[in-house]
């Protein structure tokens, strides 16, 4: 299915998420979000949700990690982990998927998911899993490739 990411990067990937919970901003929810991205380089990038009162103005945890490394010249990622403070695992919403797939089809490789729960459990998927066939940059014959490996 996917390559399995080494124990040490896996262990330090899930910390970033879970401590990148503790900056979010969910007055809305009370539920704080934390998410890492990790490159193919392996350099990880955190996010957190950023919720507000006014709808749409927001941000989830996934696309904030996500933007922090394009942020730094990263395009090409091995895995996007997504911590949630419950006991379920919840994977990314249908936006952070959509996302996740337009890197995925940059660099022409599937992008494992990591979901963590509240107990620091974890559960992998794939964003082509998930998202199968999706529309993106690949898919609608853009030029990309000035994306398909990172800047810096």
Do not use: W
């Not at 945890?61 to 990622?77: L, M, P």
Request: with cysteine.
């Amino acid at each position: 299915m996917f390559e399995p990411l080494k124990k040490d990067i896996l262990k330090k990937l899930v910390d970033t998420a879970i401590n990148a919970s503790n900056n979010a901003f969910h007055p809305i929810t009370a539920k704080g979000v934390g998410a890492a991205v990790l490159t193919t380089e392996d350099e990880i990038y955190q996010g957190c949700n950023v919720q507000t009162t006014i709808s749409g103005l927001g941000v989830c945890a996934e696309q904030c990690a996500i933007y922090h490394a394009v942020a730094q010249g990263k395009y090409d990622y091995k895995a996007v982990a997504v911590y949630f403070p419950t006991e379920k695992f919840i994977k990314p919403c249908g936006m952070c998927l959509q996302l996740i797939t337009e890197f995925s089809q940059v660099n022409n490789k599937d992008i494992i998911i990591v979901m963590i729960n509240n107990k620091q459990k974890i559960k992998f998927t794939t964003v082509n899993k998930e998202l199968k066939d999706a529309y993106g940059p690949r898919v609608a014959g853009k030029e990309i490739t000035e994306y398909t490996h990172n800047k810096k």
